[in-house]
Each structure stands twice: as structure tokens, then as C-alpha cells.
């Protein structure tokens, strides 16, 4: 069935530093992929999409690009601020499924 | 504003006891969605609906059941036949049937048996 992987372990980093997850994606079609983000004692939302390969998804300074030669969707951003902390997922979505698979999370620590 | 609202934010309960969770959206949703989750697990999938009086489980349904009597509401009761029932529980709506459009999250009911 269809799944995620997300690197393991939470990721500390300092204030102003590049910050990089993995995700990588097994499917037997072609997904609709996304980032979600939830900060402490609060539900998931998203963060961002992208429908088809090659698309980049951005928003508030994160970026993440459909890779379907390595079914990846890596998160990346340039510079990270305190109120980044949070714990990101990734997921994918068949077209035309009634479900999100998930990967574990990761949880982000920025430090001042 | 339109939005998901669940209630109560922690909930306790003792062991042989059922409890039911509260989900309500006013965003006019037609899917609604419960997931719970654990510390390293991620999200899975409980139950879904798509239509009024209509759901399907999904991957790990056994011991908890819903309804959806009317198309604000997708109540989720935990029952005594759930043998680890202390979790993070996330209900979720999407404006067309399928995931692959945006998913709006209520901000969870955390359960605990005592």
C-alpha cells in the first residue's frame, strides 16, 4: 500500500539555519503529496502541496519539490526562525482515496 | 469563522467505560475524517465518512464506532473493546470526497484512561 518515510529523530537547529527533512513516498499511482504542520497541543495544518512531478509547493518561506525519479519531497528552509518549532509531516493522498498516509513526523527545535 | 471544533480538549476516563468524542464543522464539508495519534506513529486513519449516514473504516477501526446523523457533526465513541485507548484524537474534514485536496484539523481531544 501506499506509505511515507520520513528521516528518523528530531532536529535541532540553530536560529537562522538551513533546514532540510526527507521524505520519500511509495505509491502505486500518481499522488497528490503534502506538508503538515503542527505546533504544540494543537491540530495539523498544512503547510503545503504539490499535485503532479516537478510541481514546487512554497509557503512562509518553505519549499518542497515533487521528485518522481526518487519519489521524494524533501522540506527545505533557508533560514529558520524560533517560531518554526513544531513537529512536520509529511503525506500523500491517491487521487480519487479517501485517505492521508503519514509519515512519523519530525520534531523541530530551533534554538535562539 | 468557519472552522473544525472539537470537544473536550482532554478527556479521562476509567478503564471498562465508554466515551465519546465531539467533532463539529461549519465549513460545509461533505468528508469527515477521525485519526488518532501516538507518540513516533504519525497519524492512522479510525473511521471516515463521506455523506451523511454513510462511513467506512479505515485502518484501525476496532474498538470504536461513529456516526454521522447530520453533515456538521462526525461523533467518534471510544468503547471498552479498545484495548490501548489513551491517545491524541485528530478529526479532520475536506470540502470534496478523496485527500488529495486540502484537509482541515480540528485541535484534538486528548483521552487518558485512568
Known amino acids: 500500500g501506499d506509505s511515507v518515510t520520513q528521516m528518523e529523530g528530531p532536529v535541532t537547529l540553530s536560529e537562522e539555519a538551513f533546514l532540510t527533512i526527507n521524505c520519500t513516498y511509495t505509491?502505486?499511482?500518481?499522488?497528490?503529496l503534502f506538508w503538515y504542520v503542527q505546533y504544540p497541543g494543537e491540530g495539523l495544518q498544512l503547510l503545503l502541496k504539490a499535485t503532479k512531478a516537478d510541481d514546487k509547493g512554497s509557503n512562509k518561506g518553505f519549499e518542497a519539490t515533487y521528485r518522481k525519479e526518487t519519489t521524494s519531497f524533501h522540506l527545505e528552509k533557508g533560514s529558520v526562525q524560533v517560531s518554526d518549532s513544531a513537529v512536520y509531516f509529511c503525506?500523500?493522498?491517491?487521487?480519487?482515496?479517501?485517505?492521508?498516509?503519514f509519515g512519523k513526523g519530525n520534531q523541530v527545535v530551533v534554538i535562539p | 469563522d468557519g472552522g473544525i471544533t472539537q470537544s473536550p480538549k482532554y478527556l479521562f476516563r476509567k478503564e471498562g467505560q465508554n466515551v465519546t468524542l465531539s467533532c463539529e464543522q461549519n465549513?460545509?464539508?461533505?468528508?469527515m475524517y477521525w485519526y488518532r495519534q501516538d507518540p513516533g506513529q504519525g497519524l492512522r486513519l479510525i473511521y471516515y465518512?463521506?455523506?451523511?449516514?454513510?462511513?467506512q473504516k479505515g485502518d484501525i477501526a476496532e474498538g470504536y464506532s461513529v456516526s454521522r446523523e447530520k453533515k456538521e457533526s462526525f461523533p467518534l465513541t471510544v468503547t471498552s473493546a479498545q484495548k490501548n485507548p489513551t491517545a491524541f484524537y485528530l478529526c479532520a474534514s475536506t470540502r470534496e470526497t478523496g485527500m488529495n485536496t486540502e484537509a482541515f484539523f480540528g485541535q484534538g481531544t486528548r483521552l487518558t484512561v485512568v
Open positions: 503525506a500523500l493522498s491517491e487521487h480519487g482515496n479517501n485517505r492521508l498516509a
Open positions: 465549513l460545509n464539508h461533505d468528508a
Open positions: 505509491a502505486t499511482g500518481y499522488p497528490s
Open positions: 465518512s463521506q455523506i451523511v449516514n454513510d462511513f
